[in-house]
């Protein structure tokens, strides 16, 4: 049996007013702030996580960038992946920003691309991701060093690249995802690392294969990440009973309105979420230990992986098993779930970050 290469293993700070101790219950001490986002991303740097996603929401919580640069003086070995928004920044501008950053990290750093419509613009699909593709385009010319003369639909600009390189003179890894015809090509075009959230096992190994195909067409490669919640307790009974605390204080029409703020609450993605909880049992589970009721009060990402640590680690395993090489990981409260994941799963890992 051929090994399997170190996965990476991310973790997640609530930028966005994401971090409850009850699902639809805002909690002061749990709102996005600079002290505590910044606690959870030190959190998982003392505990070895290998990387941590900062999310960008232009109308929940803090900004991504700003953020980005003030932690990076702050972190010891983690890994940054900073969430951009395109259309939110001038690409140069941003390529400066990106430069900037990643020296502050000594190399650190890696890009979420991510492609929704900006507050006040309704765009279609397919323009909002010919433009994603655009800027993934300028944003690597110029970070690779390269000089620039793009004359695209969204953007016209000759260039020289700026002064300022990153520390290993490339760009960073792009991490991208989307489910729609639009957003799968867009992503074999210009993605490094595709990114997908919860699913069965049966449809993680279709949507590889097919991303496969798509960036081979393009005399490309993809590496696939795979976001997800987790509940680790040390016995199964016991992560199930924390998994239902979760919501025993949800209001349905709380989580509906939750559901609905999000800019991206009418994608491909959102809705295979909910076809997910849909066709899961009354348990919320629709695969063994991947349970759907986290997306009962959250757009987007919305199922967890819960279970006691062997429980947890083979289901990372068998996602392994299928190309899945980067997870990155999330749970309620975020510092108190992450403490136990480092504890109860981590250490059986063979991780490390993306090469």
């Known amino acids: 049996m051929t090994a399997l290469p170190p996965c990476e293993v991310s ?4 930028l966005c007013d994401d971090d409850y101790e009850f699902l639809g219950q805002p909690d002061a001490m749990l709102q996005s702030s ?30 991504t960038t700003a953020f980005a640069a003030a ?33 502050m990290l000594g190399g650190r750093l890696a890009i979420n691309i991510i492609s929704s419509e900006m507050p006040g613009e309704t765009l279609a699909s397919g323009p909002r991701y010919a433009r994603t593709v655009e800027a993934m385009h300028i944003l690597r010319e110029l970070l690779d060093g390269r000089s620039l003369d793009h004359q695209g639909e969204f953007w016209k600009l000759k260039l020289d690249p700026p002064r300022l390189s990153t520390v290993s003179g490339r ?38 294969a097919d991303m496969r195909a798509r960036a081979t067409r393009q005399d490309r490669t993809l590496r696939f990440g795979y976001r997800v919640h987790v509940v680790v307790r ?31 609450s009418q994608s491909a993605g959102v809705a295979r979420q909910a076809q997910l909880r849909e066709a899961a049992g009354g348990d919320g589970f629709v695969e063994d230990n991947l349970w759907t009721g986290i997306g009962r009060a959250r757009s987007g990402c919305g199922a967890a992986i819960v279970g006691d640590p062997d429980q947890v680690l083979a289901k990372l395993q068998a996602y392994r098993a299928e190309g899945i090489e980067a997870f990155i990981l999330s749970g309620y409260p975020h510092a108190a779930e992450a403490d136990l994941f480092a504890r109860h799963v981590l250490p059986r890992l063979d991780h490390g970050p993306l090469g």
């Open 71 to 103: 932690i990076a003086t702050w972190v010891k070995r983690i890994r940054l992946l900073m969430a951009v928004r395109v259309g939110e920044s001038w690409p140069p501008q941003l390529a400066r920003q990106i430069a900037t950053i990643d020296q």
């Open 171 to 208: 760009s960073p890894q792009f991490y991208f995802g989307g489910l729609s015809e639009d957003a799968r090509e867009a992503a074999a075009k210009g993605a490094d690392v595709y990114l997908m959230w919860p699913d069965t096992l049966p449809a993680v190994r279709e949507i590889i």
């Open 34 to 63: 600079w002290e505590h986002c910044r606690d959870i991303v030190l959190q998982a740097d003392s505990a070895g996580f290998d990387n941590v996603l900062l999310p960008s929401g232009y109308a929940l919580g803090i900004d």
């Open 234 to 264: 040390e016995t199964e009974e016991e992560a199930r009973l924390a998994a239902d605390r979760l919501l025993s204080k949800l209001d349905d029409e709380i989580g509906r309105a939750i559901r609905a703020r999000s800019l991206d």
């Open 11 to 14: 973790w997640f700070s609530a």
